[in-house]
C-alpha cells in the first residue's frame, strides 16, 4: 500500500472549504488542510495492512495447556474509526474473546489488531466481523466472539442527532456462536463472573 497521498488529501480539504464559501486562506484556516491530512494519515493508518501477522506472537497451549478450551477475553479495547458512509467518526469499545486450542496470542496483539482494522474506513458491523477473522485465520480457535459498543458521529451529529445512543454489535464463530456459550462470555463482558 503506498503512504497516504496528503497533498491531495490538502488539496480535497482546501476545495471543500472553497465549495462551502469559506475562504482556505483566512488565518484561521491557514493550516486546516494540513491537519486534516495529518489526521486522515492516522486515521487511514490501516487501509491495506494485514492484520493476521499482527497475531503471530502465539504461544502453543502445551506450555500451558490449562488454557485449552477456556476463554480469553479482553474487555474495554478503546476503538475510533470513521465510517464509511458520511467519513464521520465513531468511537466505542471492542471486547474480543476466542477459546484457545492449539495457540494463543499475547493481549497486545489483540488490542493491535482492534486499532489496524478500525483504522480505514469501516462500518461497525463489518469491522466486528473482520477482527473474528481475523482471529480465525492466525490462531485457528475453538471459537471467537466480538462485541463492539460505539457512538456514532453521523447518528450523533447530523440526521437523527441522537448524541446519547450506542449501536452494538456481535460477531462469532465457531464454538462461541452457540448461544449458550455467547451468554457465558456477554455475561463476563457485563462484569459478570464464570
Keep these: 500500500m503506498p503512504p497516504i497521498d496528503t497533498g491531495r ?19 484561521g484556516l491557514l493550516t486546516t488542510p494540513q491537519r486534516v491530512a495529518e489526521a486522515y494519515a492516522e486515521f487511514f493508518a490501516g487501509v491495506g495492512v494485514d492484520p493476521v501477522p499482527l497475531l503471530r506472537d502465539e ?23 470513521i465510517c464509511e458512509h458520511h467519513l464521520l467518526p465513531f468511537t ?5 474473546a476466542y477459546l484457545p ?3 494463543l496470542v499475547g493481549l ?15 462500518l461497525q458491523e463489518r469491522l466486528g466481523e473482520d477482527i473474528v477473522a481475523a ?14 459498543d460505539a457512538r456514532h458521529g453521523c447518528v450523533g ?3 437523527p442527532r441522537q448524541a446519547e445512543s450506542t449501536t452494538v454489535t456481535v460477531a462469532a464463530s465457531g464454538a462461541l456462536a452457540d448461544p449458550v456459550r455467547r451468554a457465558e462470555v456477554m455475561a463476563l463482558i457485563g462484569g459478570g463472573t464464570a
Design 135 to 148: 482471529i480465525d485465520a492466525a490462531l485457528a480457535p475453538l471459537g471467537a466472539l466480538v462485541v463492539i
Design 157 to 159: 451529529a447530523r440526521g
Design 101 to 103: 486450542a492449539e495457540r
Design 92 to 96: 466505542g469499545v471492542a471486547h474480543v
Design 9 to 27: 488529501i490538502e488539496a480535497a480539504v482546501a476545495e471543500i472549504l472553497a465549495a462551502i464559501g469559506e475562504d482556505a486562506q483566512r488565518p
Design 59 to 81: 504461544l502453543a497451549t502445551q506450555d500451558a495447556p490449562e488454557q485449552k478450551g477456556q476463554i480469553v477475553l479482553l474487555r474495554d479495547i478503546a476503538l475510533r474509526s
Design 108 to 122: 497486545g496483539s489483540i488490542a493491535r489488531t482492534v486499532e489496524t482494522l478500525a483504522s480505514r474506513p469501516q
